[in-house]
């Protein structure tokens, strides 16, 4: 079983384009990660989320809307896609607490082309 | 601005050889660093991490070590192998419950048979 599964893993779109990534975790972890890897390995945290409240919301574009139905799913849609939305996006689970909230489980990622 | 600066970018050694990826950082309310390794369409794993309470964590072939008044941090492995062919990132967490990883830029390491 995948503890952090991201679907779809590749997703080949045109520009101005709305689209979405959806990840689920069956490890139980009270909290989601939204990365992006830029062409250069760049791994940059874009939104946090614990049990389904938004935490960590770094300066992302307004075109970027997650959404956490629930502690075990946080997905990503985003509008109007640009060319520089092209990249690798990685989902990402952990539980929070001491001791705890700092090892990260990484999906394998959606590689996301913007044509 | 780049928290934790890592280098080098790249690296090749031979089998058996010891690379070691060096990361530094600022931000004293840094509590935590971890190392993910990150194989080509795969998301990172974490590797190892250590606390800057001790200078040095060893697991297996892997050793991190700590230089806390340096602000700097870095990976060791020791006989290498083909196998540990793979970007590695260093990554550093602010404590206060604070869940943000900030990770370096990354290293390719090549390990020739």
């Known amino acids: 079983d995948t503890a952090v599964s991201q679907t779809p893993k590749y997703l080949v779109t045109q520009m101005g384009n709305d689209k979405s990534i959806k990840c689920e975790q069956n490890l139980g972890h009270d909290t989601m990660y939204w990365y992006k890897q830029d062409s250069k390995k760049f791994l940059k945290i874009m939104f946090s989320y614990n049990n389904k409240e938004l935490i960590i919301n770094e300066t992302v574009p307004n075109r970027f809307s997650p959404k956490s139905p629930d502690k075990a799913h946080l997905n990503l849609h985003i509008n109007s896609l640009e060319l520089g939305d092209s990249a690798v996006y990685f989902c990402?689970?952990?539980?929070?607490?001491?001791?705890?909230?700092?090892?990260?489980?990484f999906g394998s990622g959606t590689q996301l082309s913007v044509l | 601005q780049q928290q934790v600066k890592q280098s080098p970018q790249s690296l090749i050694v031979q089998k058996g050889g010891i690379p070691i990826i060096n990361c530094a950082y600022e931000n004293t309310a840094f509590d935590y660093f971890p190392w993910y390794q990150q194989f080509p369409g795969k998301g990172p794993a974490l590797l190892i991490a250590i606390r800057p309470d001790v200078s040095e964590k060893k697991e297996g072939r892997f050793t991190i070590s700590f230089n806390k008044s340096a602000k700097q941090f870095s990976l060791h492995i020791m006989d290498s192998q083909p196998g540990d062919s793979a970007t590695y990132f260093c990554a550093a967490r602010a404590g206060g419950g604070s869940e943000k990883l900030v990770f370096g830029k990354g290293t390719k390491l090549t390990v020739n048979p």
């Open positions: 990402a689970s952990s539980q929070s607490g001491q001791g705890f909230g700092e090892k990260l489980f």
